[in-house]
């Protein structure tokens, strides 16, 4: 009578025991670290994990691929698995508001760890309504599979600030101290394919006439500018370097004439964390005003349609507009953008083109691409000279905003 419950006893502590392994097969098993370290509020957790995102976001370049300079990720995590066995994780991330979600799912090996950088697609529509800085929020999750369901091993939302799309923010400092520059982004309001630069530059055509400088005629330029395209072989680099002034010539006496640009001595704030609205040369073309920032990116929106290569300089509390002389880059000529309402062109050429010579003899100018891996101090930030090549910048994926 009693071997039938032994013998029943011996088949349930059998299961039992094959159970716990089962299970114990389909859970990770802590590694040596054990489980005193993971995150508080997740003790089931077998992950160990952080999260960075953006706590600034100037939306004028929310759509731009990233660069080697600019591979800035919406959310980074960096995820290690301590446990002996694979762990599935699912990471989820968004703009609540402003974005859908971006989702991602991984597996990560025993004792391993691995980063993932979440790129976050916004909604245009919604962003253009952004007027103002504002306080939005981002939202990140992360999961595990513990064998049956998905697990939150840890959910945040945090704020950022976003930037409305026609402002620019020049520099950024973190908790650390650590410098993030911003200016060669400029590019982005460098529009030469605007309806505005088009009508422009045909309207500079137009002062391009012996009327206005007898060595348009001379150069066999009369009503045409071809940038750095050489009637013959001949031409010494002392016409070149005349033909492409005067090309940048016609552009200042249309602006000067046709549209009666006005500068406004508007405050420009260049500093750490500064943001500051900059106008399209559209909009600068329409209103007939522009600050120093505004005339720059419009000149040099007319340079580069013209197929030349211009600079934006970027100096403490200014910004003028500079450019190659010729297609090699033997020199640099600039202009003083804001003397159009005022003077001609050759007191503004000649003011623009000594005080680029001044600023790049002053040790202080540095090209934007050569900053990005420097580690710069606040002091060095607040007296640097930059200068913005339009044309690399293109190279590198930072296309007009029209």
């Keep these: 009578m009693t071997l039938v419950p032994t013998l029943l006893r011996r088949v349930v502590v059998c299961w039992l025991v094959m159970l716990i392994v089962l299970v114990s097969c389909s859970l990770p098993v802590l ?37 080697w300079f600019m591979n800035v990720p919406d959310v980074r995590y960096t995820v290690r698995n301590p ?28 004792g391993s ?53 026609d402002q620019m923010v020049w520099a950024t400092e973190d908790k650390d101290g650590v410098i993030t520059i911003y200016h060669g982004l400029i590019a982005i309001f460098v529009t030469p394919q605007s309806p505005g630069v088009a009508a422009l530059a045909a309207k500079a055509k137009e002062r391009a006439t012996g009327e206005f400088d007898r060595r348009y005629v001379d150069y066999g330029m009369e009503r045409t500018l071809p940038g750095y395209a050489l009637p013959d ?23 000067k004439y046709d549209y009666n640009l006005s500068y406004v001595d508007a405050l420009v704030a260049f500093g750490m964390g500064d943001s500051q609205r900059v106008s399209t040369p559209d909009e ?33 509390g200014h910004a003028y507009v500079a450019w190659k002389t010729d297609k090699a880059g033997t020199e640099v000529d600039a202009l003083e953008t804001t003397w159009v309402s005022s003077c001609d062109f050759e007191r503004a050429y000649d003011a623009g ?17 050569s900053l990005f891996d420097r580690r710069l101090s606040r002091n060095e930030y607040d007296s640097i000279y930059v200068l913005v090549e339009i044309r690399w910048l293109r190279s590198q994926g930072i296309l007009p905003m029209k």
């Design 113 to 165: 760890p691995a980063t993932f950088d979440h790129f976050v697609v916004l909604d245009r529509e919604e962003i253009q309504e952004i007027r103002a800085p504002a306080r939005v929020a981002v939202h990140y999750r992360i999961e595990y599979w513990d064998g049956g369901n998905w697990t939150v091993h840890d959910e945040q939302t945090d704020p950022v600030t976003f930037y409305p799309m």
């Design 233 to 255: 072989q001949r031409t010494t680099y002392a016409d070149t370097k005349n033909r492409t002034a005067l090309q940048v010539k016609a552009i200042y006496n249309a602006l």
């Design 353 to 369: 083109t000594k005080r680029y010579k001044e600023d790049a003899k002053s040790g202080r100018m540095e090209l934007y691409q």
């Design 31 to 67: 590694g040596a670290d054990g489980s005193a370290d993971l995150p508080p509020g997740h003790p089931g957790s077998p992950l160990r994990t952080s999260v960075e995102h953006r706590t600034d976001y100037p939306l004028a370049w929310h759509n731009l691929r990233p660069t």
């Design 83 to 110: 446990t002996a066995e694979p762990v599935w994780v699912r990471l989820v991330s968004e703009y609540p508001g402003y974005s859908a979600p971006t989702v991602s799912v991984s597996e990560i090996g025993a």
């Design 284 to 316: 600068s073309l329409a209103t007939g005003n522009a600050n120093c920032i505004d005339g720059a990116v419009l000149f040099a929106s007319a340079i580069e349609r013209l197929g030349m290569q211009p600079y934006i300089v970027v100096v403490p």
